[in-house]
């Protein structure tokens, strides 16, 4: 005598079918969502913001270059502290690390982003200093006035 599975399953059950698991397993979902986490983490790190408040003056117009990794950005804080990549700096700390830079890479650039509170003597300074030390493309931050056109 053979005993049929499908039977035995229904008088276990009695005599009903075998329904479908109800339970929902959360535990993909939790790795799921821990994975995202970690690489929305890790991508801020790559993100390149002055950390500033700066007011840039405005202009009419604007050119947009695409940021390389040869640029270099430094800041004039309206409080007058001086900032080379975000890291605070001195003017004698600047002209050095500037050298440092032209001696890896001569072919750098320079953004002097100053707020527009700042007397333009400062800025001059800055750039009197970047051109001692070698650099050659040196170009001032601004921001576009409200609708100007952009250069392209």
Not at 38 to 56: Q, R, S
Not at 89 to 95: F, H, I, K, R
């Amino acid at each position: 005598m053979r005993i049929n599975p499908e039977g035995a399953r229904r008088a276990r059950n009695g005599g009903h079918r075998a329904a479908p698991m109800a339970e929902l397993n959360i535990i993909p979902l939790v790795d799921v969502i821990l994975v995202l986490l970690i690489i929305f983490m890790a991508t801020t790190a790559f993100v390149k913001e002055t950390g500033l408040n700066l007011k840039l003056p405005p202009a009419k117009s604007s050119q947009s270059a695409a940021q390389t990794t040869h640029d270099l950005t430094i800041a004039l804080s309206r409080d007058g502290k001086l900032y080379l990549d975000n890291q605070p700096l001195s003017e004698a700390q600047l002209a050095s690390a500037l050298r440092a830079q032209v001696k890896k890479n001569p072919q750098t650039h320079v953004v002097i982003k100053g707020d527009a509170s700042i007397a333009y003597e400062r800025v001059v300074r800055v750039m009197d200093v970047a051109r001692g030390a070698g650099l050659t493309s040196v170009a001032l931050g601004t921001r576009l006035l409200e609708g100007a056109p952009a250069a392209r």
